[in-house]
């Protein structure tokens, strides 16, 4: 199984508030992470992707950041969200085909 | 960095053909197709890989044309389920493997008609 558990499925915080965000994955270990961002009527934004555990890489500077605290949990977070942090969060899994796996998302509204 | 693709919008007929095209400035290694329903996760339709092949997948196609860095997805005799939203991924030749992740391009809307 490839599944990808992405929780919550929608939240709504406020400007200034705190965000989490998990992503649990099944099937093989050690697998490759990444957190992708997309906001409305926008294309994939890739924000940080993880080899192992403890291996974050950031591909855009930002108040988010990533953990992956377990082999197969990798959570997003920030300490203030933003107005342009809106978005569909989307984690996915680099699959042995080189197909990149895509969890059901997030949907985040910052109000 | 970010593939360009065009059109941004298809409007078409069931029945119809339909071709997308994505270009980059940069040496690809692969280039992935995924189509997105609205609301929902981007689903993987193929990878081309450095040498030029060429694809399908029931009637939807793609080209690699390394030397141009472009590629070409080609919905042949569309159909309702066909629409929503196509993004090409790439990976630049230095990351190879994917392991870097794919960097996508901005998405071609199709609608497709009945």
């Known amino acids: 199984s490839q599944t990808i558990h992405q929780w919550p499925a929608t939240l709504v915080q406020p400007v200034g508030s705190p965000l989490s965000l998990e992503c649990t994955v099944e099937g093989t270990s050690n697998p490759n992470l990444y957190w992708y961002r997309q906001a409305a009527g926008r294309g994939l934004q890739l924000l940080f992707y993880?080899?192992?555990?403890?291996?974050i890489s950031s591909e855009v500077p930002q108040n988010l950041s990533a953990s992956r605290p377990q082999d197969r949990q990798f959570i997003l977070s920030s300490k203030k969200l933003l107005l342009s942090d809106s978005g569909f969060y989307l984690c996915a899994r680099l699959l042995n085909t080189g197909e990149l796996f895509f969890g059901e998302g997030s949907r985040l509204t910052v109000l | 960095q970010q593939p360009v693709q065009s059109p941004q919008a298809v409007i078409l007929r069931e029945g119809e053909d339909a071709v997308i095209n994505c270009s980059s400035s940069k040496a690809l290694y692969s280039v992935h197709w995924y189509r997105q329903k609205h609301g929902e996760a981007p689903v993987f339709l193929m990878i081309l890989l450095k040498g030029g092949e060429q694809k399908g997948h029931e009637k939807i196609s793609a080209s690699f044309n390394e030397k141009k860095q472009q590629s070409s997805l080609y919905l042949t005799a569309s159909q309702l389920s066909y629409s929503g939203t196509y993004f090409c991924g790439t990976e630049f030749m230095y990351s190879g493997g994917g392991a870097d992740g794919l960097t996508f391009g901005k998405g071609t809307h199709l609608i497709i008609q009945p």
């Open positions: 993880s080899v192992g555990i403890g291996q």
